[in-house]
Structure formats: structure tokens, C-alpha cells
């Protein structure tokens, strides 16, 4: 029997809204069996880069602002430097979410950079593994992955609108990614271990 997977969820939310995201990326990997920490990034300490450090997977969440994620986030990828230089985030696994007031709004940048933040670290991908909804007439926008992406979760919310407006389809899809990254990260360390012992 193997331990279940530690993932934690690494992320910035100015207001609120990215912090739904992340609570469904939670609940998707809880109900995949693994055990779940969230770390906001804004403020690290040492408990902070322990959970990070011993876990298994990080996915990383943050509004996209001006065209990528925002100031607080890169501010805390910057400071992985050091992990980075001796390649202490090598083979976790590894996914990313983001939200933003425009229908596009440049979430694709968000995106990308969470996934070359991880490639930097050698940590492994997992993609959001959905097909897109709402891209057939007879398809809608309640539809899972509704806004098309592949790298990762995606959410669109009108700015002025409170976090408990996030529409349902998003904090679905962003369930999605927290089961998908569990059940990922499982097969990876079962994997792992059945190499190891062989
Ligand atoms: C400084 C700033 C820059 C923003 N830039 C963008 C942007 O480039 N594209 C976009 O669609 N929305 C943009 N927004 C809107 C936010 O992405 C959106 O309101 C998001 O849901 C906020 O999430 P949060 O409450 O987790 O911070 C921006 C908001 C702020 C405050």
C-alpha cells in the first residue's frame, strides 16, 4: 500500500478569485486520495518551503495580470532560485491555473510561464487532459475546460464580480486539474517504487 500523494497548491489571489480556483484544485486531489496543503505564496517562511519541498507535486495558481501572472507570484518564482540552482523541485510532478476578467485576456502567457517555471525546476508536466466544451453549436458554456485551454485550469470572471460568482464550469474544470495531478502523481510514485525495487 502506498502513502497517497502530497501535492501542494502554490498560488497568489489579489481578491478572491483565484482562491476559488485553488480550493477546487484541492477538493478535485482530495477526492483522488491525496493529501492536499495550500501555500499562499505572497508571504513564504520556512514551514512554507518544507511543504513545498517535500511534496510530491506542486500546482502553482495565479490571477493573470498585465499579460502573465501576477507581481506576487513572479515574485516568489524568482525567489526559487537557489532550489532551482541545485535542482531540488527535480520530478515532481507539476500544473498550473489561472483566471482573468477578459474572455482571453492573455491567460495563455499565465500559463505557459507556470509550465516553464516547472521545466526549469525539471519538474514533469501534467497537462489539463480535457478536450474543449463549448466549441460545437450544440455545446455550452456550462461545458468542462468551457474556455479551450490545454497547459492547465482556466477561469474568466467579469472583474467587478465577487469570488462566489466564478462560474461553475471553471471551478469544475479546476477540480478536474487537482484529480488529474493526484491521479498522476500516484501512477508516477507507484512507478517509481516498483523500479526501484525490482
Ligand atoms: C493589476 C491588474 C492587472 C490585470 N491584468 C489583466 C489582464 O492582463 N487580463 C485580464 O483579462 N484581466 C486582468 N486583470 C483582471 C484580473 O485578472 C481578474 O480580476 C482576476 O479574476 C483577479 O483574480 P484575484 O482576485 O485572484 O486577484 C487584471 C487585474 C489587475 C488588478
Sequence with gaps: MHKPPRIAVAYHSGRGHTEVLAQAVRTGA????????MVIVDAMDDAKWEILD???????????????ASGKFHAFAESTNKRWARQAWKDKLGSGFTISACKAGDKDSSLGYFATLGAQHGMIWVSLGLLPGWHLSH??????????????????????LPPDAVHKADIATAEHLGRRVAEQTAAFLTGRAALTHR
Design 139 to 160: 455545446e455550452s458554456e456550462n461545458d468542462l475546460n468551457r474556455l479551450g485551454y490545454f497547459n492547465g485550469a482556466a477561469a474568466t470572471l467579469p472583474g467587478d
Design 30 to 37: 482530495q477526492a483522488a486520495g491525496a493529501e492536499t496543503t
Design 54 to 68: 517535500t511534496a510530491d507535486a506542486i500546482v502553482f495558481g495565479a490571477p493573470t495580470y498585465m499579460g502573465s
